[in-house]
């Protein structure tokens, strides 16, 4: 039984978006999917403002969306930096502070949410502490399917004699990699385990609200357009620093929570094993009407095996049960793809994080004994990053704490070894 009772005004907003879907399936019937799109994609902008007056919460709201040879802006060399007294920072994100879009999955045809700025945006927003001896490093790469700039934390502990684990983080809609960064606290992770962390940009030419395009068939596969983008960056830093080949993991928010999903399919000799926040699976949508089916949870299973690897990526997934923007179907969708229909047996157990959060994880376990799937279901809980900062966009700070579960998950799991491409 749900903990809650429908209030007169959430009656009237399901009432409402009854009526939107009906009009958006009539438009889209018509041909006309921008008016489709836009229309659901502002009813969900409503529903989350309705929620927010029912509970007395501001509920957070974010999206909702052999390779080519390849060229790259070489990194610095990594240089140890004096001694200080304090913490540098990066000035934040005045973009994204100044009038960002509210958020949209799809936004890549020139859809876009009505103007303001994003619910959850902290005046301090994209600001990032780099410790003593770390660096937090600009780059870009680029290959026949574009340019993308990125952003790599090298911790204060890095020797270049040592290989490291390499975590690519990729963020979602609106965000950029230093606001991802300042939300997810995945550097502080790092630095307390040694690790790299590179985090993609995805650019507003490619899709106007920066979300990574999941919902394209031509940015799903191996070899092609944003997956091998990805792939590109993260082998560049893999020649530009030491890393270890058998502990590179992908983890991402919404839609780039989907596009790590697309990672562990199209490129398992690469990927020892993602995390999928809030996010869909591979081959959820291959355009704009699938697309909006799958986040609405009403869209066909997506296929396993669409890049044809042979073994069970390991996969770490979080999603809050009362996720408006993704439906948490998708977070099941992620999982039933990742087990690849092997015999796993399943325990789950119950608890509550420090900061409030109930949630159910459940543990997917192979035949020697090895979890290989965790799911994380965040009860009560929304769109967010969970465990996250303050100092970033679309963050819930009252856990479970979403960036060290990744980074303990990924550890445990390094990659079983050379692999063939596929």
């Known amino acids: 039984?749900?903990?809650?009772?429908?209030?007169?005004?959430?009656?009237?907003?399901?009432?409402?978006?009854?009526?939107?879907?009906?009009?958006?399936?009539?438009?889209?019937?018509?041909?006309?999917?921008?008016?489709?799109?836009?229309?659901?994609l502002?009813?969900?902008?409503?529903?989350?403002?309705?929620?927010s007056a029912t509970t007395g919460r501001t509920p957070p709201t974010i999206e909702g969306v052999a390779e080519p040879a390849g060229t790259a802006r070489a990194l610095p060399a990594h240089q140890p930096r004096p001694a200080r007294p304090g913490p540098s920072r990066l000035p934040f994100n005045r973009a994204a502070r100044a009038g960002a879009a509210l958020?949209?999955?799809?936004?890549?045809?020139?859809?876009?949410?009505?103007?303001?700025?994003?619910?959850?945006?902290?005046?301090m927003a994209g600001q990032?502490?780099?410790?003593?001896?770390?660096?937090?490093?600009?780059?870009?790469?680029?290959?026949?399917?574009?340019?993308?700039?990125?952003?790599?934390?090298?911790?204060?502990?890095?020797?270049?004699?040592v290989a490291a684990p390499l975590i690519v983080m990729l963020h979602g809609c609106t965000q950029s990699p230093d606001d991802f960064a300042a939300g997810t606290r995945m550097n502080e992770a790092a630095e307390e385990h040694t690790c790299l962390v590179v985090y993609p940009g995805q650019t507003a030419a490619a899709n106007m609200q920066k979300c990574w395009n999941w919902f394209s068939e031509g940015d799903q596969h191996r070899g092609q357009g944003e997956p091998s983008l990805l792939a590109g960056i993260t082998r560049q830093v893999m020649r530009e620093f030491a890393v270890d080949p058998q502990r590179v993991y992908v983890a991402g928010l919404s839609a780039g929570g989907a596009a790590a999903a697309i990672m562990g399919e199209a490129y398992p000799d690469l990927v020892a094993a993602i995390g999928v926040h809030s996010g869909l699976a591979c081959g959820a949508a291959h355009d704009m009407p699938s697309a909006l089916?799958?986040?609405q949870g009403s869209g066909p299973a997506p296929a396993g095996r669409r890049g044809g690897r042979r073994r069970i990526v390991p996969a770490i997934v979080?999603?809050?049960?009362?996720?408006?923007?993704?439906?948490?179907?998708?977070?099941?969708?992620?999982?039933?793809?990742?087990a690849q229909a092997a015999a796993l047996t399943t325990h789950t157990e119950q608890g509550r994080a420090a900061g409030g959060h109930i949630y159910s994880r459940t543990l997917s376990i192979d035949m020697t004994?090895?979890?290989?799937?965790?799911?994380?279901?965040?009860?009560?809980?929304?769109?967010?990053?969970?465990?996250?900062?303050?100092?970033?966009?679309?963050?819930?700070?009252?856990?479970?704490?979403?960036?060290?579960?990744?980074?303990?998950?990924?550890?445990?799991h390094p990659h079983p070894g050379p692999m063939q491409a596929v």
């Open 1 to 40: 039984m749900p903990d809650w009772v429908p209030t007169s005004e959430s009656q009237n907003m399901t009432n409402i978006l009854s009526a939107d879907l009906i009009e958006a399936t009539r438009l889209t019937k018509a041909g006309k999917l921008t008016e489709a799109l836009n229309l659901m």
């Open 42 to 51: 502002g009813a969900s902008y409503a529903a989350s403002g309705a929620a």
């Open 103 to 123: 958020p949209g999955l799809l936004n890549r045809g020139g859809l876009h949410m009505p103007g303001g700025r994003p619910r959850g945006l902290s005046p």
């Open 128 to 161: 990032v502490p780099v410790p003593d001896g770390g660096q937090f490093l600009t780059a870009s790469f680029s290959n026949d399917a574009g340019t993308r700039p990125y952003k790599l934390y090298v911790p204060s502990g890095y020797r270049p004699d």
């Open 293 to 295: 089916a799958a986040m």
């Open 318 to 338: 979080f999603h809050g049960d009362r996720d408006g923007t993704v439906n948490p179907r998708n977070a099941d969708a992620v999982v039933a793809q990742s």
């Open 369 to 412: 004994g090895r979890t290989v799937i965790e799911q994380w279901v965040v009860h009560g809980a929304g769109h967010a990053w969970f465990g996250g900062s303050a100092a970033g966009t679309y963050t819930d700070p009252r856990g479970p704490d979403a960036t060290r579960e990744m980074v303990r998950f990924f550890l445990e």
